[in-house]
């Protein structure tokens, strides 16, 4: 699947990809809509009814990620009710072993993820997954989302690296799409990013259901 003689840095997201999404989509999906019902008057459907347009419009936008930015939205401390559901945050399936036989390797080892810092420190502090990494990128801090075509110019201005000897993996197919044209070789997609849900379909892609996979 993968030739690891050719290849010198391995990019890896974080949500869906390292950790089960399972997390993030009960905190959108049913925590914030419940809290802002709570807080507005209104009862679940109503808010959902309202919320769920809203994220939708924000969808491969930087806002999307951003944690002040739906703060300052919905009138609700994001981080804050985050940390209140830390206890979901996990890892997925054969996570570890495959970044220890990454490291085993000797590859270059880069975290990048459009996680807003605040989230971002959360799940470090959950997990200690942070030590695996020789580098970790956080889209805020470009401005720009990993599905922008400008995002992969501007990593490798700061993460230098050749794309024909890089791997990326991720369970956006957007974000895979926008890696795949600026060149990088070997674009993989988590077919289960969540383990509460079915996988998904595989696309035309390198496609795998857990990190089990690469390590074959």
Known sequence: MIDWDTIETVFLDMDGTLLDLNFDNHFWCEFVPQRYAEKNGLTLSESKRELVPRFKAMEGKIEWYCLDHW???????????????????????????????????GKRLVLVTNAH????????????????????????????????ARFWSRLNEIEPFQAEMTVMADDSLAVLRSAERYGIRYCVAVLKPDSKQPARVASDLLAINDFRELMD
């Open 71 to 105: 703060s300052r939205e919905l009138d609700l401390d994001i981080a804050d009710l985050k940390s209140e559901i830390s206890g979901l945050i996990a890892l997925l399936p054969h996570v570890v072993e495959f970044l220890e036989s990454v490291r085993a390797r």
């Open 117 to 148: 810092r605040d989230s971002l420190g959360l799940k470090m502090e959950r997990t200690a997954l942070n030590r695996f990494f020789d580098q970790i990128i956080c889209a805020h801090d470009f401005g720009i989302p990993k599905e922008d």
